[in-house]
T-cell receptor, first 110, second 113 residues
């Protein structure tokens, strides 16, 4: 099956710093999503981005489908950005499930 | 707008007891439905998914089963829980037969004693 690798596994930032999280996948995909899991376990949809670039406030994401990777940018990080960031991909025609990476655990300290 | 509900939020069960977790979606019809499990605070594993009533696909053979008795209802069950069934269980949905994002419920935290 398709493999999803995220890096780095852990990241500690000072408040106000910028960061880039990476997601590599082993095959072509029809769907790619970025999630933020908050301390209460909720999975928050950040981006649905099978290709191209999107921005939402301090967050932006870019997926280069032909090179099988996606990047999540966090600018001017805040303590509320702490948590685990997951990348997940769907390979099939729209009826197949997501395959998740192991996540990047981000800690933003004041 | 569409919403997804999971309950209970937290559950503590003894080993060997049965389990029933319920997930319902409102505001849509014929959704794809999914059950995932997360252990040790990282990494989601797909357990079951369904593209229609009575249609269940299983990714991992184990002590759990799933059923979809109604279009927008997905139930995760076990006849006898094991210690290894502890974890965080998440239900998700998306519009059927579509390249649309999946949306997750708030999860059920299950502890087996």
């Amino acid at each position: 099956g398709i493999q999803v690798e995220q890096s780095p596994p852990d990241l500690i930032l000072q408040e106000g710093a910028n960061s880039t999280l990476r997601c590599n996948f082993s095959d072509s995909v029809n769907n790619l999503q970025w999630f933020h899991q908050n301390p209460w376990g909720q999975l928050i949809n950040l981006f649905y981005i099978p290709s191209g670039t999107k921005q939402n406030g301090r967050l932006s994401a870019t997926t280069v489908a032909t090179e099988r990777y996606s990047l999540l940018y966090i600018s001017s990080s805040q303590t509320t950005d702490s948590g685990v960031y997951f990348c997940a991909v769907e390979r099939g025609s729209g009826n197949t499930p997501l395959v998740f990476g192991k996540g990047t655990r981000l800690s933003v300290i004041a | 707008s569409q919403t997804i509900h999971q309950w209970p939020a937290t559950l503590v069960q003894p080993v060997g007891s049965p389990l029933s977790l319920e997930c319902t979606v409102e505001g849509t019809s014929n959704p794809n439905l999914y059950w995932y499990r997360q252990a040790a605070g990282r990494g989601l594993q797909l357990l079951f998914y369904s593209v229609g009533i009575g249609q269940i696909s299983s990714e991992v053979p184990q002590n759990l089963s799933a059923s979809r008795p109604q279009d927008r209802q997905f139930i995760l069950s076990s006849k006898k829980l094991l210690l290894s069934d502890s974890g965080f269980y998440l239900c998700a949905w998306k519009p059927g037969y579509s390249n649309q994002p999946q949306h997750f419920g708030d999860g059920t935290r299950l502890s087996i004693l």
